[in-house]
């Protein structure tokens, strides 16, 4: 029996109040050109929030009749939904938070294609434009709070994890929460949901009632990942690049719990920007944490990374397995160090500017057969380009795993090809195969089949 909700009609909660006619015509434009497909898989994803799916492809597959038609009334905004989940409903009524959402991924979806993609008011051929075109989406947003001090916290890590590093990673958001900072995830289930579901408490406890629960997401993650319920400000970038450069310019300091092959491209990602000859000097406060039993999981990270990149990408990085206390403690301490580096430089608390970028960390890495095995994985080249290029990989891997369009070419091309030098090749395999192991690579990674080969 088809218990989905045949159809019902939601007016706006949220940022996004009113549209013009023309961007509700996009928005129902089903052409190449229009918004429609895009926002229908966006939208099918906010309203899945809290199911245990992370297939992109299978979630479209499974709501197929799912339609999301927008209209501009007297009033406003006005949504018409078809065939949604019904879990996404109490008593036949849209889940507030959830309808905040859904208002969010218009606002930033119309914003994106409108002010940023299309009236080129922004060179995105340079990284200036593109830095520049990150700030004004997280500006349209609202995501500056002008007269706040340095307190946001990223943390990243797994969607698939066993509930011990679930508590732990609520546990450690507790700690943040208890001493007034904000929580920044990539907005989905796991080790994204539990730092901010601790926050919560410790805001409570403190009474502050200003917390941020802040959520950055991509369309081709955003289905794999879906928002979660403790997310009170969603953003969606355009691209991957963008998600993960607005965390780095947003974020104050960092927290890496454990995950796969997700968050290695964000560590990555990260270390090719803390290895550029022009960042060496910048604060920014990163710190792998895990329960005692991840010890072993980030002496595996730790290798990979010596035996890939070196020893240098091991000394920006700081391991804290458990100790909880300290670590906030420590984010704590770390904030002030950046309140007064940022005045004294006259940089934004709420936008790194300073950090420098390379074109290519920046570009949208496009994961396909050719791209994948052209990848430069060689020792041969400064460490933050390699890293640049180690994290391009891990993003293919997870296009191949969770991304409906990286889903459709492995079934019809086959996986991925790697290749390169002999021995990051081998410790690519080595520590692959233990994320496999350790079932990180998916939700249901029973019969996980890769969606890679290495090449030795």
Not at 354 to 383: A, C, V, Y
Not at 386 to 392: G, P, T, V
Request: glycine letters at 8%; charged letters at 25%; aromatic letters at 8%.
């Amino acid at each position: 029996m088809n218990t989905d909700i045949s159809e019902i009609i939601i007016r706006p909660s949220g940022s996004l109040q009113i549209l013009s006619h023309q961007e509700a015509y996009q928005l129902c434009d089903m052409g190449e050109l229009g918004l429609n497909e895009l926002l229908r898989q966006c939208a099918l994803a906010v309203l899945n929030t809290g199911a245990k799916e992370d297939n992109g492809l299978a979630l479209l597959n499974k709501y197929k009749d799912f339609k999301i038609e927008v209209g501009v009334k007297g009033r406003g905004v006005q949504l018409t939904l078809s065939n949604a989940p019904r879990h996404a409903f109490v008593d036949n009524q849209l889940i507030e938070g959830l309808k905040e959402h859904l208002f969010s991924v218009i606002r930033d979806l119309l914003y994106a294609r409108n002010d940023i993609l299309e009236k080129g008011q922004f060179d995105l051929n340079t990284s200036a434009g593109i830095t520049n075109a990150i700030f004004h989406i997280a500006r349209n947003a609202d995501l500056f709070h002008l007269n706040s001090i340095p307190n946001i916290v990223v943390c990243w890590g797994g969607h698939s994890i066993p509930e011990s590093e679930y508590q732990y990673s609520k546990h450690l958001g507790y700690e943040l929460g208890l001493r007034g900072l904000d929580v920044c995830t990539g907005c989905g289930p796991g080790v994204m949901k539990g730092p901010m579901k601790g926050a919560l408490l410790g805001h409570g406890k403190q009474r502050i009632k200003t917390g941020r629960y802040i959520g950055i997401s991509e369309p081709g993650i955003i289905a794999a990942e879906a928002p979660n319920g403790f997310v009170t400000e969603l953003c969606i970038m355009p691209d991957i690049e963008k998600r993960l450069e607005a965390f780095v310019r947003l974020g104050h300091g960092i927290i890496i719990f454990p995950g796969g092959a997700g968050t290695m491209e964000e560590l990555l990602y990260l270390l090719s920007i803390r290895l550029h000859p022009e960042n060496q000097e910048l604060p920014m406060p990163v710190i792998l944490s895990g329960g005692h039993d991840s010890r072993d999981y980030f002496n595996a990270i730790m290798e990979f990374l010596c035996d890939t990149i070196g020893t240098v990408a091991c000394d920006h990085l700081e391991v804290m397995v458990e100790h909880p206390r300290d670590i906030a403690t420590r984010m704590k301490s770390a904030m002030e160090e950046i309140r007064l580096d940022r005045k004294r430089t006259s940089d934004a608390y709420y936008f790194n500017w300073r950090l420098k970028l390379e074109l290519d960390q920046q570009t949208p890495f496009i994961p396909t057969h050719e791209s994948m095995s052209g990848l430069n994985l060689s020792r041969d080249q400064p460490p933050h380009i390699l890293a640049s290029q180690l994290r391009k990989a891990f993003s293919g891997i997870v296009a191949g795993n969770v991304k409906a369009e990286g889903i459709r070419q492995i079934e019809q091309f086959g996986p991925f090809e790697l290749s390169g030098d002999p021995q990051i090749m081998q410790a690519m395999d080595k520590l692959l195969n233990a994320f496999i192991e350790q079932k990180r690579m998916k939700l249901d990674s029973s019969d996980y089949n890769p969606c890679y080969k290495i090449k030795h």
